[in-house]
């Protein structure tokens, strides 16, 4: 047998693999949404299965004012992205602000309808098994925005500094998938828990 | 150029203390380190929560035996199912991952290394809050301690009501926080197999054990998650008085076992899928020939990843489900053993024909070849309704998923030790301390789990702390638990044959094997950075090509 080398393929050049920010967060978010399946899941089984009152019909509102300002934030978000992208420092930090007080105004209007669910008409976690589902499926969705709040207000804090730059696009856009994510768990919450359960 | 000498032998380096010393290990975010801490983990749990099996074995070997009280019985199966699932087996198979995944991919390191320590570091809190349970659980009042409502803590048991005190908090507040720790490891491994693979590995060239930890990846976060939601419900039912599974107040107990088993059945395929990945890396050295079916495999595995998020109601047989119900995870308990024997069999044609080396690594891979097949077909007979009704909560079950787990993915994992030993440390295990190892660890698993089954089917129920003499189970209980006494010498001799090959063993050299994939080019250890350069892959056997240039496989691939 002859001893020659043989040249082996070229292999495909350049080598680009996928970004590692954008598939771990994909993976969290696919992490989170096993959360909420359950969490939704549980919801839906529990439908109308209350042994005592107050039922959803007689306490629930629909919060339309609170799933807009949640909902366009995901779209302020996204063009505050672009901007960065195009080097608009500017356009970028007032829309990233924007964004968070959209999602602060979210979290207050959820304040007040747990305030208004307690303290007017007496319902708690432990009042029957719609306040057990109600507050822990919406708690955990509040909890959630929070976290994204916490996130996007470190990075206005960076904006506002002038660490951030516009090769930073890439990173800030890893973060606002979170924030799409919780939009979108949103629709879901809403859907099940103010139409399908109302 | 500045004229300044260079010292060609560097200034001896002062031995760093064992504070130093430790303070590296606690810092580190390197893969190896953490994937070895992970190992070292395991192990130390594998001790205790086999201590806590031997005492269950000592206590049922005769009958009416008063060695432990009932109360301490449920604590020691509740700490065992516990411990070695989600603080050996888990633990182990992750810190294999880690330390291997990346070396075999021929990257420097994981995606996020500073995740991976997190990860890691809230593993072992998880486990140092569930043995807290000892003390904190109200044991120093004398009010129960350690959680004893089983490791699948069926509702109502977890209530304010059945489990005063805090041991139930402990079970699920430490479940809950290791289970963070796996999602971060898993999100880790899976990023790091997509987005950190050397020029050329396409994902049909990578190793298989990479292709496995990459479906364990996306079934840990798909598996794991339920149970993290669940526990949240537990604590919340328990600190705050909601009902999600308070059966006064219109919750069901019933829905705490499908959450519990969406998350309990994929997690045993979470563990026999790296298992798998041990005998894909494994069984071709020992046979010199190639992976037989390389593509069939993978299809296998993944098709496993998918079926077995559909099995879960088969350990709910019992419970009343409906027909419709019963048939549907009948069919499908049925079906997944369809792309489990592919791999049988894939691994059998890899033996086919090879010039087979048994060296201790495929020896334990040859015994989990039989085992595993015993374990897959009781568990098609328990898969089946009618004979589960029968023999569901029987010794019968125990048997069954020992034989899984200790006869598949133990002996497996220990085929992994010996394999990548050498390269861990730069040392050989010993051959012939593996061979007592492999023999009396084997002679041990059969005569306990083998005769296992047999009290199961006489009628003996698992749980009990204790039976009457004169129902015929006797003899073979005492077969079990001196069965037990032959793994618990077994595994003294395994981890003296560590201790003893680290400082004394042979040295290992690069590729002690004659090995086939990256993690063979490097030193052992290998060095910090893993690679001096990143190396390009043209085949599956990128050391094959290296050695053979005159006929390379990617000639035929």
């Known amino acids: 047998m002859s001893s020659t080398t043989l040249t082996p393929p070229p292999i495909e050049t350049p080598w680009i693999l996928p970004s590692r920010g954008r598939v771990g967060m994909f993976c969290l978010i696919a992490a989170e949404t096993a959360i909420f399946t359950i969490f939704v899941v549980a919801y839906v089984y529990y439908i109308g299965k209350s042994i005592s009152g107050p039922t959803p019909r007689e306490v629930l509102e629909i919060p339309i004012f609170n799933t807009i300002c949640l909902l366009s934030s995901s779209l302020t978000i996204h063009l505050a992205i672009s901007a960065l992208r195009k080097g608009n420092r500017g356009a970028f930090t007032g829309l ?19 305030h208004h669910l307690i303290y007017e008409k007496g319902l708690t976690i432990q009042t029957n098994l719609f306040g057990t589902t109600y507050y822990s499926l919406v708690g955990l969705h509040a909890f959630h925005v929070t976290v994204g709040l916490f996130g996007l207000s470190l990075v206005l804090a960076f904006a506002l500094l002038g660490w951030l730059q516009q090769e930073h696009a890439y990173r800030v856009d890893v973060l606002s998938l979170y924030w799409h994510f919780v939009d979108v768990v949103w629709i879901v919450v809403f859907t099940v828990v103010y139409l399908l359960g109302r | 150029m500045s ?76 700490m065992h199912g516990t411990t070695m699932i989600f603080f050996v087996a888990m633990p182990v198979l992750f810190g294999f991952g880690n330390y291997t995944v990346p070396l075999l991919i021929g990257a420097r390191d994981m995606a996020f290394p500073r995740l991976n320590a997190f990860s890691f570091w809230l593993t072992v809190f998880g486990a140092l809050l569930l043995y807290f349970s000892f003390v904190g659980g109200f044991g120093l ?85 339920p149970l993290t939601a669940a526990q949240i419900m537990i604590c919340l039912d328990r600190y705050t008085g909601a009902h999600f599974f308070d059966t006064q107040a219109g919750g069901s107990a019933v829905l705490w076992m499908h959450f519990f088993w969406i998350f309990g059945h994929p997690e045993v395929y979470v563990l026999i899928i790296p298992s798998f990945g041990f005998l894909s890396e494994i069984v071709p050295v020992f046979s010199r020939k190639p992976m037989f079916g390389y593509p069939v495999m993978v299809a296998a595995t993944v098709s496993i990843g998918f079926i077995s998020f559909t099995v879960w109601a088969h350990h709910m047989f019992t419970v009343g489900m409906s027909t419709y119900g019963n048939t549907f995870f009948v069919i499908s308990t049925s079906i997944i053993a369809v792309p489990t024997g592919i791999k049988i ?70 085929g992994g030790f010996y394999y990548w030993f050498p390269k861990m440390t730069g040392k050989m295990l010993s051959e012939t301390l593996g061979k007592w190892h492999f023999w009396l660890f084997f002679i041990g698993f059969h005569l306990t789990f083998d005769f296992m089954h047999i009290p199961g089917l006489l009628g003996m129920p698992r749980r009990v702390y204790t039976y009457e003499a004169g129902r015929g189970w006797e003899t073979w209980n005492q077969i079990v638990s001196v069965g037990a006494l032959f793994q618990g010498v077994a595994i003294l001799i395994f981890v003296f044959n560590m201790a003893w090959s680290y400082w004394k063993g042979k040295d290992a050299g690069n590729d002690p094997w004659d090995a086939w994939t990256l993690e063979w080019t490097t030193t052992s250890p290998p060095p910090e950075y893993n690679f001096a350069t990143i190396p390009t892959v043209y085949s599956r056997r990128p050391l094959w090509d290296v050695k053979h240039p005159e006929d390379p496989d990617w000639k035929y691939e």
């Open chain 1, 96 to 114: 990233w602000a924007l964004t968070i007080a959209l999602g602060a105004i979210f979290l207050i209007g959820t304040g007040r309808e747990w």
């Open chain 2, 3 to 78: 004229s300044e000498t260079i010292a060609l032998t560097p200034h001896a380096v002062a031995t760093p203390s064992l504070a130093e010393r430790l303070h590296g290990w606690v810092t580190t975010v390197d893969h190896k380190r953490i994937g070895i801490m992970y190992i070292g983990f395991a192990l130390i749990f594998l001790v205790i929560g086999g201590i806590e099996a031997v005492i269950m074995r000592m206590q049922l070997a005769l009958p009416n035996n008063d060695f432990v009280s009932p109360q301490v019985f449920n604590r020691m199966f509740t």
């Open chain 2, 141 to 225: 009042y004398g009010a129960g301690n350690a959680p004893d409502v089983g490791w699948f803590a069926y509702a109502p048991l977890t209530s304010k009501v059945f489990s005063p005190g805090h041991s139930s908090d402990f079970w699920s507040l430490g479940l809950l926080v290791s289970g963070f720790g796996s999602i971060g490891t898993a999100v880790n491994l899976i990023t790091t197999i997509a987005c950190m693979r050397c020029p050329g590995m396409t994902l049909g060239k990578m190793p298989l054990f990479a292709w496995m930890n990459l479906v364990m990846g996306a079934m840990v976060i798909s598996a794991i998650s």
């Open chain 2, 345 to 414: 069999f894939n691994w059998l044609g890899t033996m086919w024909g090879g010039k087979i080396q048994f060296r201790v690594p495929m020896l334990f891979c040859i015994a989990f070849l039989f085992q595993f097949l015993i374990a897959g077909l009781t568990g098609i007979m328990l898969g089946s309704a009618p004979f589960n009704w029968q023999l569901s909560g029987s010794y019968f079950v125990v048997a069954h998923f020992h034989y899984v787990i200790v006869g598949g993915i133990l002996f497996a994992t220990f």
